[in-house]
């Protein structure tokens, strides 16, 4: 992490209490309290006081609601919800039914009680939402609403008075982080007895231990010092951060023993004595992770120091969740957009980029497939066509953290496997193609993944590139992501990148040759350009946009993201560039407006201190006119109204749409007031729907 371990830990004020397993509760008298619930519920269940042992429980993905218009150019699936809920939700089925058969829950379990049927899966749509239902399945119990608005409250708002969830569970990176704030405070307004869990990428980065020792370092913008110093109101009861698979499995179990028999509501009090009673029996969780409770009086944290944690040894993320994505990059011969998943083979980047937040230096450690990785990430393969995926999108930072070895295996065997006969597939894949279509759908099988410029040609022989990208595409890639973030040297020369300094070739140069490359070998090249890095001015930003344009129209390039560069609370250029202290992704009333609305997770306050307000909207109009179709557009190309382009407008019309009287409120990211949706308002008049449970 970029908190320096030596420094001294942030707490507001707030009392910070560790806690070890066991506690002030002996073994028999845990032992004592899971027997008597035991026998209770069995006999309340067979005289018909009560008609089940399950709660409700919704998982939320905290949207990062930057996309002007409320569009979301390429809707992908929650797959850290997914990956997060993967281990416990796995385990939650597999014990599910009668009560006497049950040995994982010991008495009420979360409504988590079966995956989706294979019909389900194939006509899921591409929408987030979900009809939670009388009986959902693992993956209606998931709220994803991709942008907050208006129409997005007032669904989660219906939804909790319908549910009435005794859990949820929020995932939230930092930009969401401040949504995430209000979706709990509706929890708070609506269901006030649930009990809320924060996990996610912003909760890994600011809320950090100190190793080996029972100290806290909360960065400024942390949900514990923002609640704790008063910046937002206490609307989680518990914090989960690091590898949590197993730990949230963990406090799933503590949370159904602290759960009244009689008015199944969580006794908050009882949490933190049922965690340590189930640490006792059971010993750590598996991976680094750490449980923190919230209370009127502090914050009570449980580390969980386990065995080394191996990512192929968990279930996969859509066992229980439908494959939702539809990226248009992979097309069927009609046009029709492809079913595409996602797949993860790593946690983390091996690079170590000062600017990035997926690096393996944040603390994070670069986890993989660990035992047989070839043969599970195969598996995965076979067990999302079974699922219905059309393609696949491999989102790790780097194929195969750029393993030449491990890529040239992995394409080998799914070559073998897209041509092999149904009857001669093997034993552990076929099992996972019981359908008459899967195979084909297997052969037709398209999909893509991400490499960076020095895995392509500075770190290879040229004819050892061009052997994995042999192997890739005859294995079914047609698609490649490449990283190049600036074309402009004053600014490469400033950047904390892993690159190949030694060589005579400018940056420039082996860019166009990395994604000729790529070219050569029969795939497209989408690229992402990285604006508000060091050295970053005026003419480096024209530089750029000019020489990508060049590459456009050398088609070389078929999709390109203009990106400006955001701050993530545990970046190194966080640090470097003075924000760490000043990060706001908590207040309610951002005034979130163009042309930050225009780029991925920017909103004021959190984007590069190099670039001013008119750099961003220059670089917003000129990579549209640059660029073109080709870029990744995450807004309107006209304006409104006319369909007349900005520059073709008269001054005093531009300004009037673009910053004019009521302009952030109607063209910005949300609909309506942005400031008012956003701020922590107790309730909204929804429409009365059926009485919850």
Known sequence: MTNSVDEEPTSAGADIRFHDAGGETAPAIFQELLSTRRRRLAADLAAGRTATRYFPVLSVLAPVMTQAEGEITYPGDPMCLYAALSFAVHRAVADAGQLRHAEHYNDLAPEWTRFPDHAYR????????????????????????RIWDEAARVRWIRLLRRVRPRVVLISAVSPAHRYALEIAGLVRTEVPEAFVVLGGRHADETVI??????????????????????????????????????????????????????????????????????????????????????????FDVLPQDGSSLDLGSLPSPYEAFAIRSRFPIFTHADGGIRRTAHVMVSNACPYHCNFCSESSALGIGLKRFREDPIGRALERVCEYVGYGAEALFFDDSVFWSGRSRDIAEFCGQLRQLRRSEPTALPGRFARLLPEPDDPDRLRDLEWGAQLTVDTLIALRERHAASEILNRMREA???????GIESMSTQVMDHIHKNLRRGTDRPWAHRVREAVSLVKRHGMRVGTSVLFGLDGETRGSIDETIEAVGGLIDARLIDLASPNILTYHPATPITRIHGMQDRLDYHSPRVDNRRPYTYFEEAFPGVVSVVLAEDDI?????????????????????????????????????????????????????????????????????????????
């Open 122 to 145: 194939m006509t899921a749509g591409h929408d987030g939402y979900r009809e939670y239902g009388t009986d959902p399945n693992t993956d209606q119990t998931v709220f994803d609403p």
């Open 476 to 482: 079914g890639c047609s698609y490649v992501y490449v």
């Open 209 to 298: 231990r100190v190793p080996h020792r029972e100290r806290l370092v909360l960065a400024p913008s942390s949900p514990l010092a923002v609640i704790a110093d008063g910046r937002a109101p206490r609307v989680f009861d518990a914090v989960i951060t690091g590898e949590a698979y197993h730990s949230l499995d963990l406090l799933m179990r503590a949370l159904a023993l602290a759960t009244d028999l009689d008015r199944r509501w969580v006794d908050r009090d009882r949490v933190l004595p049922c965690l340590q009673g189930l640490l006792d029996k059971e010993g750590p969780s598996v991976g680094s992770s750490m449980i923190v409770l919230l209370s009127s009086s502090g």
């Open 617 to 693: 909207w220059h670089i917003h109009r000129e990579t549209e006119r640059r660029w073109g179709t080709v870029r990744n557009d995450s807004s309107p190309l006209l304006g409104e109204g006319d369909g007349v382009a900005p520059e073709e407008e008269d001054g005093e019309a531009a300004r009037e749409r673009d910053d004019g009287p009521g302009g952030a409120e109607r063209d910005g990211g949300m609909p309506g007031d942005a400031r008012v949706v956003a701020g922590f308002v107790p309730g909204v008049a929804v429409p009365a729907e059926e009485p919850g449970r």
